[in-house]
C-alpha cells in the first residue's frame, strides 16, 4: 500500500467511512461500488468530506517555490506537499495524529 494510499485510508476513517469485509460504506451507512473518496488528489472531496469535521479551525495554504504549504490554525499543523490537496491532507493526517 503506497503512502498515499495508507494516507486516504486513515482520512475515511476518521471522516466515519467504514471498510468491512473489503467494501467501503459512507457515513450514512450507504454502500458503494464505485469506489470512496480519493482526498490526496481531490480539493472537492476534501471541502466536501473533511474540512466540515475540522470544525471551528481554519488553514492557511501558500506556495514556496514548488511545495505547497498548509497550515491549520489554531493547532499550527503545517505540512508540505506537490499539491494543495495532498499538504491539507498530510496536515490533517497531523492533527488527528496529535489527539
Known amino acids: 500500500m503506497t503512502n498515499q494510499v495508507r494516507l486516504n485510508h486513515e482520512l475515511l476513517l476518521w471522516r466515519g467511512f467504514t471498510l468491512t469485509n ?3 460504506s459512507y457515513p450514512e451507512g450507504v454502500t458503494v461500488d464505485n ?3 480519493y482526498f490526496p488528489e481531490s480539493l472537492d472531496e476534501i471541502f466536501k ?3 466540515p469535521k475540522l470544525q471551528f479551525r481554519s488553514f ?5 517555490g514548488e511545495e505547497w504549504v498548509c497550515e491549520i ?3 499550527a499543523k503545517t505540512m508540505g506537499a506537490k499539491t494543495p490537496a495532498l499538504a491539507l491532507c498530510l496536515a490533517i493526517q497531523k492533527l488527528i495524529s496529535s489527539k
Open 22 to 24: 473489503g467494501v467501503w
Open 35 to 37: 469506489g470512496v473518496p
Open 49 to 51: 468530506w473533511l474540512v
Open 60 to 64: 492557511t495554504f501558500e506556495e514556496m
Open 73 to 75: 490554525l489554531p493547532d
